[in-house]
């Protein structure tokens, strides 16, 4: 069965550095997502794309944060000068282009970042 | 703003048991409504979902009915298994939001015990 698969699994970093999250959605979906769980706290919603270009963002999502599709399989998230408040668990999602109110979105094993 | 309420976890059972996992939310209109399960070091899957009210959402012996009068959603599971033990997320989206993003619960912890 089709999956999503995020790496790594685990990264380690120092505060200020920046960090890529990489995501490869399932290939024929068209609608991609980062959300991040604080340990103990609420899935929170990121970021959605389609078509390329961000069609949602959330509060958490600030000028520190971007997202790419550099090719046609991978999905990124870069957190440009980390934070200790970043450390969480990033998870990526995707969907097909399906009506809307269906909205099943498939998510990887997630990120679990710590910055130290 | 839009949410979702979940009871308070870990929620511990021995095997048959009878489980219910309390959801509520908070949205105007209609919202989609889902469950997710979280088995340990995988990623979120679909449970069940339901896309109106009074529907009644069902997979591997669990269900839930959108109750637009109690805006709740509650998990249900006649008789659990071990296999059950994972961390179950109640979710809603909008429909009208064309970005389509899932707004969580807390996540409910179920632990079963033989």
């Known amino acids: 069965e089709p999956e999503v698969t995020q790496t790594p699994s685990h990264q380690v970093t120092q505060m200020g550095q920046e960090v890529i999250l990489r995501c490869v959605p399932i290939?024929?979906?068209?609608?991609f997502y980062w959300y991040r769980q604080i340990l103990g706290q609420k899935v929170e919603f990121l970021v959605s794309?389609?078509?390329?270009?961000?069609?949602?963002k959330s509060e958490i999502f600030d000028d520190q944060f971007s997202v790419e599709r550099p090719d046609g399989s991978n999905f990124t998230l870069k957190i440009r000068s980390t934070k200790l408040e970043d450390s969480a668990m990033y998870f990526c999602?995707?969907?097909?282009?399906?009506?809307?109110?269906?909205?099943?979105?498939?998510f990887g094993a997630g990120t679990r970042l710590s910055v130290l | 703003g839009d949410s979702v309420t979940q009871m308070e976890g870990p929620v511990t059972l021995s095997e048959e048991a009878f489980l219910t996992i309390n959801c509520t939310y908070t949205?105007?209109?209609?919202?989609?409504l889902f469950w997710y399960v979280q088995y340990p070091g995988e990623g979120l899957q679909l449970l069940l979902k339901?896309?109106?009210?009074?529907d009644k959402g069902s997979n591997k012996g669990f269900e839930a009915t959108y109750r637009k009068e109690t805006t709740s959603f509650h998990l249900e599971k006649g008789s659990v298994q071990v296999s059950d033990s994972a961390v179950y997320f109640c979710?809603?989206?909008?429909?009208?939001?064309?970005?389509?993003?899932?707004?969580f619960g807390q996540g409910t912890e179920l632990s079963v015990k033989p």
């Open positions: 999602a995707s969907r097909q282009q399906e009506r809307l109110a269906k909205n099943i979105q498939y």
């Open positions: 290939s024929n979906h068209l609608y």
């Open positions: 794309f389609y078509n390329n270009e961000i069609s949602e």
């Open positions: 949205a105007t209109g209609y919202p989609s």
């Open positions: 339901a896309t109106k009210a009074d």
């Open positions: 979710a809603l989206s909008r429909i009208y939001n064309q970005g389509g993003k899932l707004i």
